[in-house]
């Protein structure tokens, strides 16, 4: 493995797991009842990689009035039965991990009992934890730097040497915006076939569909 990073920083939905079919027909379905109409692929276009809280001010913004205040806990009630049920980690994602000798950690988007609903319903939260950051230990998420940021700081490292793995363009963004790599994954169901070119145009340094390719990925990105 190529030394030039110090730290691999993971995004979760639709990195680690293939959750975000899931969470935005939920997402869409919850907003429909009240009294908010959205597909879950606008869901997808708008907040694909940003935290609800962020979505949730946007609409409430549109509307002109507040969603009820069991919003959210409908939201995650839902995803939460559903990922028991039926979330899967990303396929070949636990030997990709396996086959990284450096030190990682996760950067999600996601309030904690999501991330660690998702992570140990497929078995990963023990291959990460304590080393899980969610956008609410921060003041604002993805797009913004501060989530990857504080991510680093904890980890101990310099921004500069850490690569992002990602499959927003919000959360593409947020690496670049602090100052670090960036690799756009494009395999998870919710994809498009135009989401690589759009993950790259967003700054991605290299994109890839398998996470069989992350090891050999990771260490030619490095050499650059």
Do not use: W
Not at 52 to 79: C, K, M, N, W
């Amino acid at each position: 493995m190529n030394a030039s990073f110090d730290l691999i920083i993971f995004d979760c939905d639709g990195v680690l797991v293939d959750s975000e079919v899931i969470s935005c027909r939920v997402h869409a379905e919850t907003l429909t009842r009240h009294g908010y109409p959205i597909t879950p692929e606008q869901v997808c276009d708008r907040f694909l990689g940003r935290s609800t809280r962020q979505a949730t001010r946007e609409v409430e913004a549109e509307l002109g009035r507040s969603l009820p205040d069991h919003f959210h806990t409908q939201v995650y009630g839902e995803i939460f039965r559903l990922f028991a049920e039926s979330l899967e980690a990303t396929p070949h994602i636990g030997a990709a991990l396996a086959a990284i000798a450096l030190p990682k950690c996760v950067a999600s988007s996601g309030p904690p009992q999501k991330i660690s609903a998702s992570l140990n319903r497929v078995g990963l939260y023990d291959r990460f934890a304590p080393h899980i950051f969610s956008a609410v230990q921060v003041r604002h998420g993805k797009p913004a730097s501060d989530l990857f940021l504080f991510a680093a700081e904890r980890m101990q490292a310099s921004p500069a040497r850490c690569l992002v793995i990602e499959d927003s363009v919000a959360g593409v963004t947020a690496a670049l915006a602090a100052g670090m790599a960036v690799l756009g994954y494009h395999g998870g169901s919710h994809c498009r076939p135009d989401t690589a070119d759009t993950l790259r145009a967003a700054g991605a340094a290299a994109t890839f569909d398998d996470m069989r390719r992350l090891p050999g990925l990771i260490g030619r990105i490095g050499e650059n």
